[in-house]
């Protein structure tokens, strides 16, 4: 993307989020409360999570490629089982790719 | 004590991995100031370094944004503001904030701690984007840091906490799979869009009155 290609994406996408912000403080509660409505909002919330970490992991682009974030990842989900805090998690994954790069993985 | 470093380190990676993407420092302020929300930045960021499309990054960063909307709706009644300190209770409506004010067994604590954590917050996270971004100039490549793991993890640090009815999980594992399939065929950002279509699917249609049910959405 060229430079004025990322302000109009940033601009659009962050004035996008802060309307949905916005909509969720003016609508009349009952609008939303719908059951359906609330279930599936939250499982848009999962399935984009999980996606965007398996695209972070697997993807080089338009390819697949499987190189050290992927036991990164492994090292990640080992310390969420053990209940480690969030910014540990973030650093073991980041120290797990970094390691196996230094040791000459892809 | 905690909150903040996990906010400052967080914000190191998206501030480091937002320049390493292509944006500038000033693109990357302004993308958190303005939209101020983790995990949309994370993405927009994640899809414009893999060379997605503008519409892509946008309706991803929106699609996570969705999530606040619901925030919003549980918050307004509690804030009861008015005029522009309802733009910014709006604003400064995030996970961190909203998950500290209604865990509060007042409504004088809840306030206290929703502007709190929320005022907090912002102001760490953009302080500390601005210190990634400017760093990340001055690192060269964010792979000798594991900095794109560290993304990974970061996204599976978010996603762990839903996991925790059957149909989640098999909404997760579905996306996965669904995404992971759809890489090399489609541009990049539409895989993770797509993973979002299943979720639509499965939160509208799952136990309606035809009695059809999800495999493994056991109740």
Redesign the interface.
């Known amino acids: 993307m060229s430079g004025a290609t990322i302000w109009v994406t940033v601009v659009v996408a962050s004035v996008v989020c802060l309307v949905l912000k916005l909509a969720g403080h003016l609508v009349p509660g009952h609008w939303v409360s719908h059951p359906r409505v609330a279930r599936t909002a939250a499982l848009v919330t999962v399935a984009l999570l999980a996606a965007l970490v398996a695209v972070q992991t697997v993807a080089s682009g338009q390819h697949l490629a499987v190189d050290a974030r992927l036991p990164a990842l492994g090292v990640a989900a080992v310390a969420l089982a053990l209940r480690a805090p969030f910014i540990v998690v973030v650093v073991l994954g980041a120290l797990t790719a970094a390691l196996l790069r230094a040791a000459g993985m892809a | 004590m905690?909150v903040s470093?996990?906010t400052g380190?967080?914000g190191i990676?998206l501030g480091a991995l937002a320049v390493v993407a292509?944006?500038?420092v000033p693109?990357a302020m302004?993308?958190s100031l303005?939209?101020?929300?983790g995990?949309?930045q994370?993405?927009?960021v994640?899809i414009?370094g893999?060379?997605g499309t503008?519409l892509s990054?946008?309706a991803?960063?929106?699609?996570?944004?969705?999530?606040?909307?619901?925030?919003?709706?549980q918050?307004?009644?509690l804030l009861a503001v008015r005029s522009w300190r309802?733009?910014l209770?709006?604003?400064l409506?995030i996970d961190e904030s909203t998950a500290v004010a209604t865990v509060q067994p007042t409504v004088r604590a809840a306030r206290v701690g929703f502007w709190c954590t929320g005022v907090g917050v912002f102001v760490l996270w953009n302080l500390f984007v601005l210190l990634g971004a400017l760093a990340g100039n001055a690192l060269g490549d964010p792979?000798?840091?594991?900095?794109?793991?560290?993304?990974?993890?970061?996204?599976?640090?978010?996603?762990?906490p839903?996991?925790v009815t059957p149909?989640?999980r098999w909404?997760?594992?579905?996306?996965?799979v669904?995404?992971?399939v759809l890489?090399?065929v489609v541009?990049?950002g539409v895989?993770?869009l797509?993973?979002?279509v299943?979720?639509?699917a499965?939160?509208?249609f799952?136990g309606d009155r035809t009695g059809r049910r999800v495999p493994g959405a056991a109740r």
């Open positions: 905690s470093l996990a380190l967080y990676s292509g944006l500038s693109q302004v993308l303005l939209m101020f929300s995990g949309s994370f993405a927009l994640g414009v893999a060379g503008a990054a946008v991803t960063a929106g699609l996570l944004g969705v999530r606040n909307a619901f925030y919003g709706v918050l307004s009644p309802r733009v209770a709006a604003h409506t792979k000798k840091y594991g900095l794109d793991a560290a993304a990974s993890a970061a996204f599976l640090a978010l996603l762990w839903r996991l149909v989640t909404v997760a594992a579905s996306a996965v669904v995404a992971v890489v090399p541009p990049s895989p993770v797509a993973a979002a299943v979720a639509v499965v939160g509208w799952r």
